[in-house]
C-alpha cells in the first residue's frame, strides 16, 4: 500500500552528532517531522524512519507486533552510529518506549535519551481483555489526535487492531524490566494533560531507571502529541540544548539536506 501523503520517513545528511526519533503506535513520521527538521537545520544527522504497518491502513498494521517495529529503529540506531561519533535516541508516547528500549540494550552506542510522553503500560479494563479479545474482535476505535491546539488533523489509524495491541501491552512489560539497564542522560517532557498516557506512565520510567543525569520538564499547555502542539518549540529547544550540553561540536558543522 501506498504510504499516506505526509507519513513518509525523513532523513537527514548532516554533522557527526545523530538523532533517532520514534514515532507512537498508530502514528507516522508526520508526529516528530517538526521536531526532526529543527534537529537537522542545526547541524544534526536525523533519522526518522515509519514504522512498518504505519502510515497505510491499519490492516498493514495486524500483521505486525513490536519486535517488527524495534528492529526498525534498531536498524537505523546501527546505521547512525557507523555514520556518526555520537547517537542520540528520542520519541514520543510508544515512540519513547522504543527509544528507551535501544538505550538499554546498546549501552555506550546511545549517547542520551529524549522522550516525551513516554508509554510504560496499556492501561484500563481493556487492557487486560486483549488476550482473548483480539481473538474475537478485529478493531477497536482509533485513538484520538489528542492536541490542545487546531490545526492539520493528525495522520494515524481511525481503527487499533488489537493483535497488534495486545504486542504492544506485551512490549510496554518487557521494557518496564529493562528499565533500569538504562543508564544514559535522560530529559524526559511530559504534558500536564494528557488524554492517552496518564502521568504514572513518566513518574515509573523516572523511578526505575539507573540515569543519574535526568531532567523532567513539564509542559503546560499541551496534550499527548506535545511535538505538534503549543510546547511544540520548547520541547525542540529543549532537546537540542541537552544534546548540545552533551555534544557540545552541534550547530558547529555544515550541513548537507537529502531530504
Same mark, same amino acid.
Given at each position: 500500500? /501506498? ?9 537527514? &545528511? ?13 502514528g507516522s513520521? =508526520? ?31 495486524? +500483521? ?43 549501552? #555506550? ?13 496499556v492501561h484500563? *479494563? ?11 474482535? @478485529? ?21 487499533? /487492531? ?6 504492544? @501491552?506485551?512490549?510496554?512489560?518487557? *521494557? ?12 524526559? *517532557?511530559?504534558?500536564? =494533560? ?14 526505575? +531507571? ?7 520538564? +513539564?509542559? #503546560? =499547555? ?15 529547544? #529543549? ?8 555534544? /557540545?561540536? +552541534?550547530?558547529? &558543522?555544515?550541513?548537507?539536506?537529502v531530504g
Amino acid at each position: 500500500m /501506498p504510504v499516506l501523503p505526509g507519513a513518509e520517513p525523513y532523513r537527514h &545528511e548532516g554533522g557527526e552528532v545523530g538523532v533517532l526519533l520514534c514515532h507512537g503506535f498508530t502514528g507516522s513520521p =508526520q508526529s516528530l517531522r517538526p521536531w526532526a527538521e529543527q534537529h537537522a537545520a542545526h547541524g544534526l544527522t536525523v533519522s526518522l524512519p515509519l514504522l512498518p504497518g504505519h502510515g497505510t491502513r491499519w490492516e498493514d498494521l495486524q +500483521v505486525t507486533g513490536w519486535e517488527d517495529w524495534y528492529a526498525e529503529v534498531d536498524r537505523e540506531l546501527r546505521v547512525l552510529a557507523e555514520r556518526c561519533s555520537r547517537v542520540f535516541v528520542a520519541g514520543l508516547s510508544m515512540g519513547g518506549a522504543l527509544a528507551l528500549r535501544l538505550a538499554a540494550r546498546n549501552g #555506550e552506542r546511545v549517547a542520551g535519551v529524549v522522550v516525551v510522553n513516554p508509554a510504560n503500560r496499556v492501561h484500563g *479494563l481493556s487492557a487486560y481483555a486483549l488476550p482473548a479479545a483480539r481473538h474475537l474482535v @478485529r478493531t477497536t476505535k482509533g485513538i484520538a489526535s489528542d492536541i490542545a491546539k487546531g490545526g492539520p488533523a493528525l495522520l494515524g489509524y481511525d481503527r487499533v /487492531p488489537l493483535h497488534p495491541a495486545h504486542s504492544l @501491552r506485551l512490549f510496554l512489560r518487557r *521494557l518496564d524490566g529493562e528499565l533500569p539497564q538504562v543508564t544514559q542522560p535522560l530529559l524526559l *517532557l511530559r504534558s500536564a =494533560q494528557d488524554h492517552v498516557v496518564p502521568a504514572a506512565d513518566s513518574a515509573r520510567v523516572l523511578s526505575r +531507571v539507573s540515569s543519574v543525569d535526568v531532567t523532567e520538564i +513539564v509542559l #503546560e =499547555q499541551s496534550y499527548h502529541v506535545a511535538t505538534l502542539d503549543h510546547d511544540a518549540d520548547r520541547i525542540f529547544e #529543549e532537546s537540542l540544548a541537552f544534546i548540545g550540553r552533551l555534544a /557540545p561540536s +552541534v550547530g558547529k &558543522e555544515g550541513t548537507a539536506a537529502v531530504g
